[in-house]
Antibody, heavy 119, light 107 residues
């Protein structure tokens, strides 16, 4: 059974930093793209970033470019999201998801971790 | 960016009803359309990928159709566990974009 478990969320002041982690099990981690998707309170879903199987390609939504960095460690079966210069509008539940390249879908999701940016 | 528009934004239905949700893309996306179900406080769950392929483990009362710009997901006979919010998502180009969601409520 595929399991994705996020950690690292919390309360941070505007301008601060946070690093999210996502640990995978039950999956051949190094064979799949991975993604982060977020959901602001009471709002819809927003894709944040993707990373290729070997980490050689990364893509970001415009609103986080230059502030967020996605990375992965295939030996640890983990994907990370380094978030810098956080803003109030980054407040959301952040989900780690496995990206299925063939259909552009997200077929497995973690339980999510809440990031709150507030003074 | 490709805009995804769902209709309706919400609907009320009874157990056993046939329910259809529509998703329209701002440009052609072929069959790169996926549907998700989300219940409060829980991560989204992939229901349908590639416009019409049922994800493993998803009940056969769910079906998807469409191509190009217009897509639908249909629940043939609504069950109590189907009351949730449904999102479409295009996987045709980056950035991936989602519809605003359709909340299916109990009538």
């Amino acid at each position: 059974e595929v399991q994705l478990v996020e950690s690292g969320g919390g309360l941070v002041q505007p301008g601060g930093s946070l690093r999210l982690s996502c640990a995978a099990s039950g999956v051949t981690f190094s064979s799949h793209w991975m993604s982060w998707v977020r959901q602001a309170p009471g709002k819809g879903l927003e894709w944040v970033a993707n990373i290729k199987e070997d980490g050689s390609e990364k893509f970001y939504v415009d609103s986080v470019k230059g502030r967020f960095t996605i990375s992965r460690d295939n030996a640890k079966k983990s994907v990370y999201l380094q978030m810098n210069s956080l803003r109030a509008e980054d407040t959301a539940v952040y989900y780690c998801a496995r990206y299925y390249y063939g259909s552009g879908s997200y077929d497995y999701w973690g339980q999510g971790t809440l990031v709150t940016v507030s003074s | 960016d490709i805009q995804m528009t769902q209709s309706p934004s919400s609907l009320s239905a009874s157990v056993g009803d046939r329910v259809t949700i529509t998703c329209r893309a701002s440009q052609s996306i072929g069959s790169y359309l996926n549907w998700y179900q989300q219940k409060p406080g829980i991560a989204p769950k992939l229901l349908i990928y590639g416009a019409s392929s049922l994800q493993s483990g998803v009940p056969s009362r769910f079906s998807g159709s469409g191509s190009g710009t217009d897509f639908t997901v249909t629940i043939s006979s609504l069950q109590p566990e189907d009351f949730a919010t449904y999102y479409c998502q295009q996987g045709y180009s980056t950035p991936a974009t989602f519809g605003q969601g359709t909340k299916v409520e109990i009538k």
